[in-house]
């Protein structure tokens, strides 16, 4: 009595089809991406129609069919701004987290109907500078503005706007969360940084600099830390690197200056004395 075993062959290699009318067509291609959650019911769907007539059959008589893929005007919206908020994160180097941050925000203000008059990108701009905010990596306006087609008013409106219809929880942002950026930026060392995130931490802490944007304090505090060292910035680099105008850092410079000596760390390192340093 003999045993027969039959062998079943299961092809496990990847699923590639052609989709094309073309006869000779070498498109062959998978199903598609993931579909995307945040668009109504799916990214989109195929209408699969047969025409009739000559025209509908191939070169030996079978019937062919034509797709057509077809988008709600709303999905189109969304798709189109997600695509805008991917390409201005790219640009400014932003992980994974806060694109999908910056959608999920998108979706909730495009569904909530409150920001009608804004346009998608003023939008999607202010999505994306409060994603960052929210993920602890926060950008300046002006660094949103430079990878945007939106001018830097019109997306702090956008942002303002947005917070207040969705009541969006955006945490505090203090001078401490742009120091590494921009002492990094300015080719300033460690202790510089040290030192500049204490005298603007101190500034706060005795109310020198009341009604300052964290963005000015922190630009400040970098100023008067690195004319105190041996690497010296001056406001006018420090402003190019933190999107704020000369005069705004000298005005609170000068708030922060009479107390200068209240303000440094105890073992710095002087280059230039207290004394020494530039009165405005």
């Given amino acids: 009595m ?14 590639w089809r052609t989709f094309s009318n073309e006869k000779d067509s070498k498109d062959a291609s998978r199903v598609g991406g993931p579909e995307n959650t945040l668009l109504g019911g799916s990214d989109l769907f195929t209408e699969i129609t047969y025409t009739g007539g000559e025209a509908s059959v191939d070169d030996q008589g079978r019937p062919t069919y034509k797709n057509r893929k ?18 201005m994160a790219d640009r400014l ?4 987290m806060i694109v ?7 979706k909730q203000v495009h569904d909530s109907k409150s920001l009608k008059g804004k346009s998608n990108d003023a939008i999607s701009s202010a999505c994306l500078y409060i ?7 926060p950008r300046t306006f002006k ?21 207040k219809n969705l009541e969006t929880d955006v945490s505090t942002i203090t001078s401490g969360d742009f120091m590494s950026r921009f002492c990094s930026n300015l080719g300033l060392p460690s202790s510089v940084q040290k030192a500049a995130t204490y005298i603007a931490k101190k500034a706060v802490e005795l109310d020198l600099v009341s009604g300052r944007s964290p ?16 690497d010296k910035k001056s406001q006018k680099e420090i402003g190019d690197i933190a999107g704020v105008a000369e005069v705004t850092i000298r005005q609170s410079y000068k708030l922060m200056y009479p107390k200068a000596v209240q303000l440094f760390p105890e073992d710095y390192k002087f280059a230039t004395s207290i004394d020494q340093l530039p009165a405005q």
């Avoid at 180097?93 to 994974?96: C, D, F, T």
């Avoid at 999908?100 to 998108?106: G, I, P, S, V, W």
């Avoid at 994603?131 to 990596?137: D, I, M, P, T």
């Avoid at 949103?144 to 008013?153: E, F, G, H, L, N």
Wanted: aromatic share 4%.
């Fill in 2 to 15: 003999s045993n027969q075993i039959e062998a079943i062959v299961v092809d496990v290699g990847s699923e």
């Fill in 70 to 87: 077809t988008m709600s005007s709303s999905d189109r919206t969304l798709l189109n701004s997600f695509r805008e908020i991917s390409q």
């Fill in 93 to 96: 180097n932003l992980p994974r």
């Fill in 100 to 106: 999908d941050r910056a959608n999920t925000l998108f």
């Fill in 131 to 137: 994603a960052c905010r929210q993920e602890g990596v």
């Fill in 143 to 163: 660094e949103i503005c430079a990878v945007s087609k939106i001018s830097k008013k019109e997306i702090g409106r956008t942002f303002k706007a947005i917070v």
């Fill in 215 to 230: 963005i000015s304090i922190a630009a400040a505090a970098i100023y008067m830390a690195s004319q105190a060292s041996e």
